[in-house]
Structure formats: C-alpha cells, structure tokens
C-alpha cells in the first residue's frame, strides 16, 4: 500500500494533554509537547513530522494542561493541511461532551473523544505521544498490523534490562504475538534471544478501530487509571491479537532512534546528542525533514569585540543569534540569544530570547526564554550555589526557569 | 425486589413496558426525559436502566454516557425502533441494545442477564 492508502485508512490521535510534571518547570506555562528542542523545533514537531512524511494526514491533537503555547504553535506551524481534501491536524481539549470531567488518562481522552472515531469510521486508529523524539516511518508499522490481522500492534524497541524497570515490558512468542505486558516491572523478563536486554514499549500503538473503542469502553467501566500502558494494554493481551513491532528487528538504523524526553535529564541529554559527529537523530537529512516554526529573524551573527574573538563550536545556533565576542561550545541556542563579550556558554541549552551578559560562565544549564544573565553571572560552575536559585539534576544540570532574576555577582 | 428506571417519552409505549416489566417482578421507575432519567438515577438508584434513544431534548445516547458518567456500574439497556444507532460508538457502552418490539421477551431476557451479570460481580 501506498501512504496515501494509509491515510485514507487511519486516523491519527497525539496524546498531548499530560502535566509534564518531571520536566518542571519547563512546563510551568507551556504543555511538554510545545517545550523547544534542538534550538527551532518544538518536542512535537517530531511526531508530527513522522505522520507527514509517513503520509498520515489525519489528525486529533488531544490537548489539555496549559495548552496556549501548544495552540499558537500548532496553527503557526500546522496550518498547512488541506481540510477541504480531508486533511487535517485539529486539536481537541476536553469538550466535557460524554462526561463532566477532564481526561483522567490516555485511555480516557479517546473515550471522551468516540464520537469523532464515529465521524471518521477509520478502519485503524495510530495512537501516537507528543512526549517523544523519534524518527519512524509509520507505514512498515501499520503493514505489519494489518499483515497479522492485529487488533493491536504496539511498537516496541530494545533496552537493557536495568533500564526496563521504567518502562512498559512486552513479553512475546515467537510469532511476535504479546503474551505479557508489564509496567514498570522490578524484574524485567528478557528477551529470549537476549538475556540483558528487554523489548519496552515505546508509546506508538495501531489499534483496529473496533478493538478500541470495545477497550477503551471496558476500561472505563472498571476503577482504574484509564492509560493504556497500565490498564488498556496489559486487559487486551489474554484475549485479543496483539503484537509486538520491534523496530530494532524490522526498522533500518536511522529509524531506531527513539528518546522519552520526559525528564530534564534525558531532555538534556537528547538535545546534546544533536551534536554528536554522527548524531543518531540527523536534522539535515531532506529525505525525512522535520517541520517547525520559525519568525523572521536576521541570520545568525558572530563578532569579535576588539580582541575578544566570537567562537562557536559543535552548537547548534539559531537565526537572530548574537554571538558579540564570547563563547559557545556543544550548546544548542534558540532564535534570538545574545552572548555577550567574554561570555562562555558550555554544554548548555538556551532558549529564546536568554541574553548572556559579558564575561558570564553558562555551563550545563537549560536556561529558558528571555532570562537575562546578568555580566559576570556564574551558572553551573558551583551546585551548591546554583542550589540556592533554581532546580539542579541528578545529572547536574542547572535549570533557569522562565522570568527569573539573577543578581549580579556584584550584588550584595 | 430489583429496580428498573424505564426511560421513554411515548405513554403508550411506557405503559407497554412497565407492565411488561412489573409482570417479571421489577420495581418500576419512569422518566419521560433524558434530563429527567439523570434525576431519577441519583435519587432512585435503579439496579437496571431501559433506555429509549430517540426522544426530544436530551437523546438516549447523550443521556447513556451522562448516566455513565453518574454511575459506571449501573447497567443500561438501549432499547429503540432504529437500528442504526449502533453505528455510533457511544451507543456501545450500553450493556446492550434492543431493537423495540411488541413482544417483551427478548427485552425482558436480556434485562434479566444484565442484572445477572451486575449480581455476578
């Protein structure tokens, strides 16, 4: 089948209404969906992409915490499906239409939302997250599914068993077929060809539209809490078809790159894996472009200040970037930073509008839009002292959140 | 003696069914309305729920999922002249859905196993 034949069989929904609580407070006025990433694009973009350039052009963006930023963004940067040949990319927050409540879990935002898998009658529903960062061509997943007559088929990838304690485990025979599905398991059961590592489900489901909403109705109906990895997922597997799809079996390695960006840490981390010599998710590739939104900016500009020379290496810098006569090394910059002289910004990650101040040291922060580092400011060069102002990580990063004020060093 | 809140906005109809229903032993409650049905689901706390889909104001299916909403463990039985109805997802969180008929007996045996099942559990 072609993508075109996909998209006229499948309906997509973007779970997008999660707190994002463990990426505080990032999320303090934006839903983790629109958090930047990688310097233009939004976390979404991501997911959003792969629907396009997998030619899925149907799709609910179930939206709920402080969706405003999410909004903005999505009209910005998704206005352009065409309604009038059926397409489209249309958010929903809660419409309070079945019930009087807010979407109480993944489960339940579809629940809230039948009458719109009603209205399309797709033959398959695409289950995606907007908390993620991948790179996945959808139609090899949603062959598969139809392939094995699935009533649901659930992406999956390899990790080592340690890690798989975090995650959802997916126990399968050797047809692919789930037998287990386990969340957050103390003891991981292996793979059988592998014994350190554990196939985890990586939030990307295809479920044959009926076997939805018969789950999604029975989950309701029981006190749980209506998500599909702890309550849906593991009640279907007894007695429904579902399979396991493997993307570390069936993908080429450009498509194994999966990051659950859900805490600072792995955030961090996966923005700085941007910049790696080989990195494992590649931006410039024009094959597989991820879409974003950008405002006219100036290009990027770099200056010396007398002897003070602008350097900037294995960073990412935006449009409308002011490197004057300071440093910035493995960091990823967002449209309209400043760095001023003699300022050095290292392994750090800076939103819109941050103003580094002259002679100022940035090193491992996420430093969020428009806070002005005062000159001679010190972030990340002392935890105990950044301790005092803001969150540091367990990895050690110092994070900045949006409206801050930092005195200056000088400051009594 | 169980309870059942026969929702049904034609009286001939209504009258049809709880006597259908009062013969079998049930306690019968009656709302004509949607929002009326929702009254008496809080105030009676009925065992079972039939439900007509198609009445003015508040439809069955709006009304099913509100119900629903109050009280997840309330079986409801639709119970309509019109088939197609089916082809709407929400109609399928009744506990099941009866094409209207004059004769009783399949409505008053699946009402019968729905309050089986909900004993059951």
């Known amino acids: 089948m072609t993508s075109s034949d996909w998209n006229a069989t499948t309906l997509v929904m973007l779970l997008a209404g999660g707190e994002?609580?463990?990426?505080?407070?990032?999320?303090?006025?934006r839903a983790k969906p629109a958090v930047p990433f990688g310097g233009l694009y939004r976390i979404i973009d991501f997911t959003l992409s792969n629907c396009l350039n997998s030619g899925l052009k149907r799709i609910y963006v179930l939206t709920q915490h402080k969706s405003l930023s999410l909004d903005r963004h999505l009209r910005l940067a998704w206005s352009l499906l065409h309604p009038e040949l059926g397409e489209f990319v249309q958010t929903v927050p809660p419409q309070l239409q079945l019930v009087s409540r807010w979407y109480a879990g993944t489960a339940d935002a579809v629940f809230q939302n039948l009458h719109l898998l009603g209205e399309d009658h797709p033959r398959d529903v695409l289950i995606v997250s907007?908390?993620?960062?991948?790179?996945?061509?959808?139609?090899?997943?949603?062959?598969?599914?139809?392939?094995?007559?699935?009533?649901?088929?659930?992406?999956?990838?390899?990790?080592?068993?340690?890690?798989?304690?975090?995650?959802?485990?997916?126990?399968?025979?050797?047809?692919?077929?789930?037998?287990?599905?386990?969340?957050?398991?103390?003891?991981?059961?292996?793979?059988?060809?592998?014994?350190?590592?554990?196939?985890?489900?990586?939030?990307?489901?295809?479920?044959?539209?009926?076997?939805?909403?018969?789950?999604?109705?029975?989950?309701?109906?029981?006190?749980?809490?209506?998500?599909?990895?702890?309550?849906?997922?593991?009640?279907?597997?007894?007695?429904?078809?579902?399979?396991?799809?493997?993307?570390?079996?069936?993908?080429?390695?450009?498509?194994?790159?999966?990051?659950?960006?859900?805490?600072?840490?792995?955030?961090?981390?996966?923005?700085?894996?941007?910049?790696?010599?080989?990195?494992?998710?590649?931006?410039?590739?024009?094959?597989?472009?991820?879409?974003?939104?950008?405002?006219?900016?100036?290009?990027?500009?770099?200056?010396?200040?007398?002897?003070?020379?602008?350097?900037?290496?294995?960073?990412?810098?935006?449009?409308?970037?002011?490197?004057?006569?300071?440093?910035?090394?493995?960091?990823v910059l967002s449209p309209r930073v400043f760095v001023g002289a003699g300022a050095v910004v290292a392994e750090s990650i800076l939103m819109p509008g941050v103003r580094v101040g002259e002679r100022a040291l940035v090193n491992r922060a996420i430093v969020d839009e428009n806070v002005v580092i005062p000159a001679d400011a010190r972030i990340g060069c002392d935890h105990a002292d950044d301790r005092r102002q803001f969150l540091v990580t367990e990895g050690g990063v110092v994070v900045v959140p949006e409206g801050a004020l930092i005195a200056p060093s000088d400051a009594p | 003696m169980k309870k059942i809140l026969l929702v049904e906005d034609d009286?001939?109809?209504?009258?049809?069914?709880?006597?259908?229903?009062?013969?079998?032993?049930?306690?019968?409650?009656?709302?004509?309305?949607?929002?009326?049905?929702?009254?008496?689901?809080?105030?009676?706390?009925?065992?079972?729920?039939?439900?007509?889909?198609?009445?003015?104001?508040?439809?069955?299916?709006?009304?099913?999922?509100?119900?629903?909403?109050?009280?997840?463990?309330?079986?409801?039985?639709?119970?309509?002249?019109?088939?197609?109805?089916?082809?709407?997802?929400?109609?399928w969180i009744a506990d099941a859905y009866v094409i209207k008929s004059s004769n009783l007996d399949e409505l008053k045996s699946i009402v019968r196993g729905v309050l089986a099942r909900k004993t059951a559990c």
Request: glycine content about 6%.
């Open chain 1, 130 to 331: 907007g908390d993620h960062v991948y790179r996945m061509d959808y139609g090899p997943l949603l062959a598969f599914h139809a392939q094995h007559g699935a009533d649901l088929t659930v992406a999956c990838t390899q990790v080592p068993c340690a890690q798989a304690t975090r995650m959802g485990v997916l126990e399968i025979d050797g047809e692919a077929r789930v037998r287990a599905f386990t969340e957050k398991p103390a003891s991981p059961v292996p793979l059988p060809y592998d014994p350190s590592r554990a196939l985890v489900n990586i939030g990307v489901y295809v479920f044959e539209t009926e076997a939805l909403v018969r789950a999604v109705i029975a989950d309701a109906k029981q006190t749980s809490r209506q998500d599909f990895g702890h309550n849906v997922i593991p009640a279907m597997v007894d007695d429904r078809r579902v399979y396991a799809f493997d993307i570390v079996e069936h993908r080429p390695p450009t498509e194994r790159y999966w990051r659950d960006v859900g805490t600072l840490d792995s955030y961090f981390e996966a923005n700085l894996e941007l910049l790696l010599p080989e990195p494992p998710l590649d931006l410039f590739e024009g094959a597989w472009p991820v879409r974003m939104h950008s405002c006219q900016h100036p290009p990027a500009l770099m200056r010396n200040v007398g002897d003070l020379e602008a350097r900037a290496a294995n960073s990412i810098i935006s449009p409308g970037c002011v490197i004057s006569g300071g440093s910035v090394l493995r960091s």
């Open chain 1, 20 to 29: 994002g609580e463990r990426l505080y407070p990032l999320t303090k006025k």
């Open chain 2, 11 to 91: 009286d001939h109809q209504r009258l049809l069914y709880r006597e259908g229903f009062e013969d079998e032993g049930y306690d019968v409650v009656e709302a004509c309305t949607g929002r009326e049905a929702l009254a008496r689901v809080e105030s009676d706390r009925p065992d079972a729920v039939v439900l007509d889909i198609n009445m003015p104001g508040m439809d069955g299916l709006h009304t099913l999922a509100r119900i629903h909403d109050l009280n997840r463990r309330i079986p409801v039985v639709l119970n309509s002249a019109y088939a197609a109805y089916k082809d709407q997802f929400v109609s």
